[in-house]
């Protein structure tokens, strides 16, 4: 296998379709499915299920995806490097954050530190706690940066920055907009926007 077959591979399972993995790769269509074909050769094992000249990954593809995109931000990484170096760069800090971090406290932080030190390249990557415990753990990323309510990981060292508490928000007119603080209990029966699953607080409440 090479790397223009796992990126074949990642792009088809990414967009669902020959089709719009040829578009994502900016390549033809039959290259796409010459690339599949050969990469599904040598890894030994079923990687789509063929109907109509329809593709469809198997479980097989979805559990060995995971690995695939491991390996392709290794190897991105390595990329990033070698232009680090060569741009005569000193480094490079690999973040993972919750999107909420992104887009409001790193514009800043990331701003700041590019000021005292040119010549680190930064790269951040969006993601939900699982994602970047996951990126963490196998050493994807130098730090991630998100709520983790009381995380006990024997593979993290958390270092809090900051305490925050929930709030709810209703209109003013809300049978519920006296009260001083809102505990489960007056919620029950009522209609309200929850956090994604996934969502640390989520699972609190």
Do not use: W
Not at 74 to 94: K, Y
Not at 98 to 126: E, R
Request: proline share 3%.
């Amino acid at each position: 296998m090479n790397l223009r077959e796992l990126e074949s591979f990642n792009a088809f399972m990414t967009y669902g379709s020959v089709t719009k993995a040829a578009q994502a790769m900016n390549i033809s269509q039959p290259m796409v499915s010459r690339l599949l074909n050969n990469f599904e050769k040598s890894v030994g094992f079923e990687l789509f299920s063929r109907k109509r000249n329809q593709l469809t990954a198997t479980s097989e593809a979805q559990q060995f995806h995971a690995t695939v995109l491991r390996s392709l931000n290794a190897f991105r990484e390595v990329e990033t490097e070698a232009r680090a170096i060569a741009n005569e760069q000193l480094g490079s800090i690999r973040i993972a954050a919750q999107p909420i971090y992104v887009d409001t406290y790193l514009i800043d932080v990331v701003a700041k530190f590019k000021q005292a030190h040119p010549n680190v390249s930064i790269s951040i990557t969006d993601t939900g706690l699982e994602g970047m415990l996951d990126m963490i753990s196998t050493r994807q990323c130098d730090l991630g940066i998100g709520i983790t309510l009381d995380l006990q990981d024997p593979n993290v060292l958390v270092t809090p920055l900051a305490q925050s508490r929930a709030v709810c928000l209703m209109p003013v007119d809300h049978r519920l907009a006296g009260f001083e603080t809102i505990d489960i209990d007056l919620l029950r029966g009522e209609n309200f926007v929850e956090l994604s699953i996934g969502s640390p607080l989520r699972t609190k409440i």
